[in-house]
């Protein structure tokens, strides 16, 4: 879905690098070879970049500029208008699971703002440095996420519990990711990650204390992605 | 940072955390933060690490393996210059993110799930 947004912009000096937050790398390569992208499409198991840059959902984006410095911190990312409108039709099929259902009637009222996203971007792009979206050094490190002991320490037994699960010891895994999600209640991919291996639909299981619909209706689907700052 | 003990290879330490040795100490962006002189290049012990740079140690005690997290400096950038990341492309090939200097480059972090 980037790739039509890369073609345009790639002559104009953007280069976009997509990053597969997926423990099991096979199943983001089935996507991207499907796309058959021309920019750098990259796998990151262990989630460097929630570690170094403070990424905890996906789409997640973050700007840099041509100095190689950091000009937009995090901030949910999508070239996409509106949710896909079958996930709609499916969450009124009746032959769906219950569980199926009410993750897609979750799903169609999270906020997408597309639009702003990509007309920021493409300011960027045209204006550089006079852009109004690109901010300051001091800007992009008060806006980055928190990284207090709570938030480190969850990177750390993330990563532990990945580390493991790449190991063959699967069954150790768990643990330390359940530690993450007490620890950074607000870092969705380390949530979404470990749900998906114990659920495709991220549902309830034994492994985990909760899951994808039941975290969601706690904050509502329109606080899913925060507002963007523009 | 997984590590099979608590010793920890100063140049592998650098590459993968982005914090630098120098004579003054550890320095990431503008902080330096002194560390004990008598190490020469030897291993880092961590828990000297964990406890002068805010950086979480934890463990599992099934495999007796360990993990340096990131340090706790009260934000994820405590600098705005990009750190360089190297990752594995979907071919397997590794790629830097700092090969793209001179291109305005748009990170996404996306999933299959």
Redesign the interface.
């Known amino acids: 879905m980037?790739q039509a947004l890369r073609n345009e912009l790639h002559p104009a000096?953007?280069?976009?690098?997509?990053?597969?937050?997926?423990a099991n790398?096979e199943?983001?390569?089935?996507?991207?070879?499907q796309i058959k992208p021309n920019h750098?499409?990259?796998?990151?198991s262990a989630h460097?970049?929630d570690?170094?840059?403070?990424?905890v959902n996906?789409?997640?984006?973050?700007?840099?500029?041509?100095?190689?410095?950091?000009?937009r911190?995090?901030e949910p990312?999508s070239p996409e208008r509106h949710a896909p409108p079958e996930w709609r039709r499916m969450a009124d099929h009746p032959d769906i699971p219950e569980q199926l259902r009410e993750t897609l009637k979750l799903a169609t009222g999270i906020r997408i703002q597309g639009n702003e996203y990509v007309g920021a971007?493409r300011d960027?792009?045209a204006r550089?440095r006079a852009s109004g979206y690109r901010l300051t050094?001091a800007e992009?490190?008060?806006r980055?996420?928190?990284?207090?002991?709570a938030?480190?320490?969850a990177?750390?037994?993330f990563?532990?519990g990945q580390?493991?699960w790449d190991?063959g010891?699967r069954d150790?895994a768990p643990r330390?990711w359940r530690e993450a999600h007490r620890l950074q209640p607000d870092n969705w991919?380390y949530k979404?990650?470990a749900?998906?291996l114990a659920d495709p639909f991220?549902g309830p299981t034994e492994l985990y204390d909760s899951c994808w619909a039941a975290d969601v209706k706690k904050i509502g689907p329109e606080n899913y992605y925060p507002r963007l700052k523009l | 940072m997984i590590l099979t003990s608590l010793e920890v290879d100063p140049k592998e330490f650098e590459r993968r955390t982005g914090w630098v040795l120098k004579p003054e100490g550890a320095c990431k962006g503008e902080t330096c933060v002194p560390l004990p002189h008598d190490m020469g290049s030897a291993a880092l012990d961590a828990r000297m690490l964990s406890q002068r740079l805010g950086m979480p140690l934890v463990h599992d005690g099934d495999t007796d393996i360990w993990c340096l997290g990131p340090e706790a400096q009260g934000r994820a950038l405590t600098t705005a210059q990009a750190p360089d990341l190297i990752l594995p492309d979907y071919q397997g090939n590794s790629f830097s993110l700092s090969s793209l200097r001179g291109h305005k480059v748009l990170l996404v972090a996306w999933a299959s799930w």
């Open positions: 980037w000096g953007l280069e976009i690098v997509t990053v597969a937050l997926d790398p199943a983001a390569r089935v996507l991207i070879e750098p499409s990259l796998i990151d460097r970049v570690e170094l840059f403070g990424v996906a789409p997640n984006g973050v700007w840099i500029d041509e100095e190689g410095t950091i000009v911190p995090v990312a971007l960027w792009v550089g050094p992009v490190m008060a980055s996420g928190p990284r207090g002991k938030e480190a320490q990177a750390a037994c990563e532990l580390y493991l190991s010891k150790l330390h991919t979404r990650q749900w998906s991220q």
